[in-house]
């Protein structure tokens, strides 16, 4: 395991009795320190790359976009299987890695490098995302790309486990939560395969997994500002029933503000009408005693709808990519 402020050369980590490990390295002349806090993990086993890559379905007219490439050993396999690839790294060691790697094997002419922060870059135009995904930029790195405005055909993310079965779970799963919600109306999420801690180097502390996400061709006609704002007051306790949730003194209060600031509301609709607004709308739907973990996507949409009807809305249609998209409150089970 690497100290702090530990530099080697990335071959000299690799026990010599996994050669094909220590041969997929040994072009980096490099001597290399892994940031963990930065989720510096390189995935270093060929048959996961392999499969990776076979199940992107890329094909050679394709531009992939590849999120912190690393040392690049998925890099060059996203090379020989495509057109382009465009690679967000903003450490300048892995940059350097990467034209010597991309060099040696005459590839380099196909990648295109942008040093950047990749939650601060505009993506150019792409096809496929595929990409080992450090987990502290998982969600809102994943809520760029579902509700951006680049197309793309598939995004086939290596993700913490955890991280994984949430995007993957179903209404009544325990892991169901605003990030699950958030990401399948816009997509579907396929799970490919469980991938272990001690096939990256260094070893991260938990396991991780392989979805893909495709988004769907068609989505329900929403303001999708209005739909991410609803959702996470309904998920901000997701176990709590929503009569418990809308009617709380406080949430009236931060509704009654909103809605006024925003001219939604006559300035002479005070707090009880308010309330009695709400307390109608959960009636009216027989959602007084739901709770938004068992919820599916259209109930949910429908419940939006009947508030919006009578003039409650949730958001001040502000941009996307402030904090309130990284979703780490509301992935913590309540």
């Known amino acids: 395991m690497l100290g702090v402020g530990a530099t080697r050369r990335v071959t000299a980590l690799i026990p010599r009795r996994l050669q094909p490990l220590r041969e997929l390295h040994e072009d980096i002349e490099e001597s290399i320190h892994f940031h963990k806090t930065k989720g510096q993990h390189i995935l270093t086993n060929p048959r996961i790359l392999d499969t990776i890559v076979r199940k992107s379905a890329i094909n050679p007219t394709d531009t992939v976009l590849e999120i912190g490439p690393g040392t690049g050993n998925l890099t060059l396999k996203l090379l020989e299987a495509s057109h382009e690839v465009i690679a967000i790294e903003i450490d300048h060691r892995m940059v350097n890695i990467l034209e010597n790697r991309t060099h040696k094997r005459g590839l380099r002419n196909k990648l295109r490098l942008i040093t950047k922060d990749a939650l ?47 995007l993957l779970a179903n209404p009544g799963d325990s892991e169901f939560n605003r990030l699950a919600v958030n990401v399948k109306l816009l997509a579907d999420v396929e799970f490919v395969m469980d991938v272990s801690k001690r096939d990256f180097l260094p070893p991260p502390k938990v396991d991780s997994s392989v979805v893909i996400i495709r988004p769907k061709a068609k989505i329900p006609t929403v303001d999708l500002h209005q739909w991410r704002a609803f959702t996470r007051t309904c998920f901000n306790n997701k176990n709590k029933t929503l009569g418990a949730t809308f009617k709380s003194k406080r949430k009236v209060f931060e509704l009654l503000e909103l809605n006024n600031a925003s001219g939604l509301i006559r300035q002479q609709d005070d707090f009880c009408s308010l309330k009695e607004k709400i307390i109608g709308v959960l009636r009216e739907g027989g959602f007084d005693d739901k709770r938004p973990s068992k919820l599916s996507i259209e109930e949910l949409l429908h419940l939006m709808s009947l508030f919006n009807q009578v003039g409650v809305y949730f958001d001040h249609h502000g941009e996307v990519g402030n904090e309130d998209d990284r979703f780490e409150v509301d992935d913590v089970d309540d």
Do not use: C, H, M, W
């Open 120 to 166: 601060r870059t505009e993506f150019p135009p792409f096809d496929l995302v595929v990409a080992n995904i450090p987990y502290s930029i998982s969600s809102p790195l994943l809520i760029k790309l579902l509700y951006g405005t680049t197309p793309f055909r598939s995004a086939t993310l290596l993700l913490q486990k955890e991280f994984a079965r949430r």
